[in-house]
């Protein structure tokens, strides 16, 4: 594992922030060179502690504005994986997460409408590890931070 230190923090912190943000650029606000921070962000990306850089889309502004947490409850003994297989070809799947509790999962939904969502859990409670689920619909979401280092 990479030993980040407080420079490797404040270059993230910059790439959290504005990840279109110029190596120059990043470097004025970490006091290095241009050519520094970029031998830093590629051994960010090569050790796995940066993944990868990506465009930060509004789904409501796509059409996929309804939401819902879903607890998952499976039958018998599922490991996450094959809880994870079952879930991934499912394109209204936003996120799956293993968790403590009665639950064996709770999987994040997204749909363009009710009944788009209702057709969603419909499949989900079809897979054939999934024993019942418990589904709480998104109102609105008040707090969505950004990944933060």
């Known amino acids: 594992m990479l030993r980040v230190d407080s420079i490797d923090q404040r270059i993230i912190s910059c790439?959290?922030?504005?990840?279109?943000?110029?190596?120059?650029?990043?470097?004025?606000?970490?006091?290095?060179?241009?050519?520094?921070?970029?031998?830093?962000?590629?051994?960010?990306?090569?050790?796995?502690v940066l993944r990868g850089f990506t465009a930060v889309v509004d789904p409501a502004q796509l059409g996929w504005g309804t939401e819902a947490l879903v607890e998952v409850h499976c039958r018998g003994n599922v490991t996450p994986h094959d809880i994870k297989a079952r879930l991934e070809p499912m394109p209204e799947v936003m996120a799956a997460y293993t968790v403590s509790g009665a639950a064996d999962a709770v999987v994040h939904l997204r749909a363009a409408s009710i009944h788009h969502l209702e057709t969603a859990l419909e499949r989900l409670r079809a897979v054939e590890i999934i024993d019942r689920t418990v589904s709480t619909v998104v109102l609105s979401r008040l707090l969505d931070r950004p990944q933060a280092p």
Do not use: C, E, M, Q
């Open 15 to 48: 790439l959290v922030t504005n990840a279109r943000s110029s190596f120059a650029d990043i470097g004025k606000d970490v006091g290095l060179s241009a050519p520094a921070v970029k031998r830093r962000v590629d051994k960010l990306l090569d050790t796995g």
